[in-house]
T-cell receptor, first 115, second 111 residues
């Protein structure tokens, strides 16, 4: 399907385990982003990427690792999950052109629970 | 990043206009004003953006104060589907494309 997809949509994991959240977009957008949203709060940027093999930290990068070997994929890995990483994770993408103010398109989110 | 201030919540009635305010007194000359909204259990979606002039699109209108220290998102005829959290965000023209989300305004629409 065209658009931006995230998998899994729901995940329960245990403290200390490694978990990878996947994000895939079909638009060939240059930019991709990972945000987390804790209950009752706004979104906070974890990492972003301007192109394949180019990534940079956002507001809350600690405990997360990203890679971008292909333009369309931007996986987010929690190396050793902690309860404080229980959250809803949103992936987003945007194109390099200024049309619509570099509008970001968001995926449906992954609800992660760390027990 | 320049900060925005929005009311925590607002309430309106269906088919009436809604004016959502945003204060950004520390805005710089290169900051664009963006609005996104987040429907329940969904990711945010773009609504509108502007720099200095008022802007209209099929979803809403954006009125920007002459000194740019505040702006108002206008929904001309609210529907139940417009119930969402609305975020006012400043984005630096020359910075990276990242967005910094605040707490937003939770809009409730009464039937």
């Amino acid at each position: 399907d065209a658009g931006i997809t995230q998998s899994p949509r729901y995940k329960i994991t245990e403290t200390g385990r490694q978990v990878t959240l996947m994000c895939h977009q079909t638009w060939s957008h240059s930019y991709m982003f990972w945000y987390r949203q804790d209950l009752g709060h706004g979104l906070r940027l974890i990492y972003y990427s301007a192109a394949a093999d180019i990534t940079d930290k956002g507001e809350v990068p600690d405990g997360y690792v990203v890679s971008r070997s292909k333009t369309e994929n931007f996986p987010l890995t929690l190396e050793s999950a902690t309860r404080s990483q229980t959250s809803v994770y949103f992936c987003a993408s945007s194109e390099r052109r200024a049309a619509r103010g570099y509008e970001q398109y968001f995926g449906p989110g992954t609800r992660l629970t760390v027990t | 990043d320049a900060k925005t201030t929005q009311p925590n919540s607002m309430e309106s009635n269906e088919e009436e206009p809604v004016h959502l305010p945003c204060n950004h007194s520390t805005i710089s000359g290169t900051d664009y004003i963006h609005w996104y909204r987040q429907l329940p259990s969904q990711g945010p979606e773009y609504v509108i953006h502007g720099l200095t002039s008022n802007v209209n699109n099929r979803m809403a209108s954006l009125a920007i104060a002459e000194d740019r220290k505040s702006s108002t998102l206008i929904l001309h005829r609210a529907t139940l589907r417009d119930a969402a959290v609305y975020y006012c965000i400043l984005r630096d023209t020359w910075g990276a494309q990242k967005l910094v989300f605040g707490q937003g305004t939770r809009l409730t629409i009464n039937p």
